[in-house]
């Protein structure tokens, strides 16, 4: 058991992040904004000379329209069938998560299907992929400037590592694809410095909840994921752990929209664990 001491320490210090009463505490605090230092890219560099243009034929996609049924439908689903998805519907959520519509002012901001706090969308896209039409499995990098997709390197046992990455949750490894969401801290940090990383937080969310909702136009399953091992997760995309590290994830797989039974019996067992 952790030392109470200890255990009392910590939650304050969880609190007094979310408080995020710097402002008044530190008004001497100058960011490397106002100190004219560069500002750092606005997407990381291709990490492979691997990168293939996406489809955007989005039109051709099946998709339900009814935003009101959207919200409706919206779940967590953790049962999936193991169909593949088709390139288009990756495409899709990816574009959906990440996707540039805009770049503001000389190369200042780029503006994205997501809000971000000062536009800084401080996040990178990882995937591994397992059953993808087009794609063969392993790990893989978006790159949103050209809504392309780079091939990073075959996984071994995916399955098992997909599973061991999200803290053994055993479910996810029937996913046909699981994205990975790292967080790039200077890139919001080099405008807002101290305070750059609870509302950095807050941005993570709209990623999630778009790709719910996307998930649910296509008829797919998703589930955020905040029980993973970050470690893990950082070296599977060889991530540094301090200039960039992961900070959420979600597997997305195909789901039978009639038999529920299954699904039933595993929200059992989500209440028991109180997931
Ligand atoms: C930030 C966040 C983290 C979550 N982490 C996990 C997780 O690690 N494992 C899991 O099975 N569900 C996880 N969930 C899913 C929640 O359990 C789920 O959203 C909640 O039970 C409500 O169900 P609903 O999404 O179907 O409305 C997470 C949800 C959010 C928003």
Request: charged share 20%; aromatic share 12%; glycine share 6%.
């Amino acid at each position: 058991m952790l030392n109470p001491d200890l255990q009392k320490k910590l939650l304050a210090e969880g609190r007094e992040f979310m408080k995020n009463d710097h402002n008044s505490a530190y008004t001497d605090f100058e960011s490397d904004q106002n100190l004219k230092l560069p500002q750092p890219p606005l997407v990381k560099e291709p990490m492979s000379n691997h990168a293939e243009l996406l489809p955007r034929n989005f039109e051709d996609l099946e998709m339900e329209q009814d935003f009101i049924k959207l919200l409706t439908e919206r779940k967590s689903s953790r049962v999936y069938t193991q169909q593949p998805l088709s390139l288009l519907q990756l495409s899709f959520l990816l574009w959906a998560t990440q996707g540039i519509k805009d770049i503001r002012g000389k190369s200042y901001a780029t503006l994205r299907t997501v809000p971000s706090g000062g536009a800084r969308h401080a996040f990178e896209t990882y995937l591994l992929v397992q059953h993808v039409e087009g794609l063969r499995p392993g790990a893989y990098h978006y790159l949103p400037m050209g809504h392309q997709l780079e091939f990073l390197h075959p996984v071994d046992d995916l399955p098992a590592q997909i599973s061991t990455s999200l803290e053994g949750q055993s479910w996810a490894a029937k996913a046909s694809v699981i994205f990975y969401w790292s967080f790039v801290p200077y890139r919001c940090e080099w405008r807002y410095g101290i305070f750059a990383h609870r509302p950095a937080l807050m941005d993570a969310g709209h990623l999630g909840q778009n790709l719910y909702l996307a998930c649910a136009a296509l008829g797919l399953g998703t589930c955020a994921v905040a029980a993973f091992d970050r470690q893990m997760c950082d070296s599977l995309f060889t991530l540094d752990g301090e200039e960039e590290f992961t900070v959420y994830a979600s597997p997305v797989g195909t789901i039978s929209p009639k038999d529920h039974s299954s699904e039933k019996a595993f929200y059992q067992f989500v209440e028991d664990e109180g997931l």
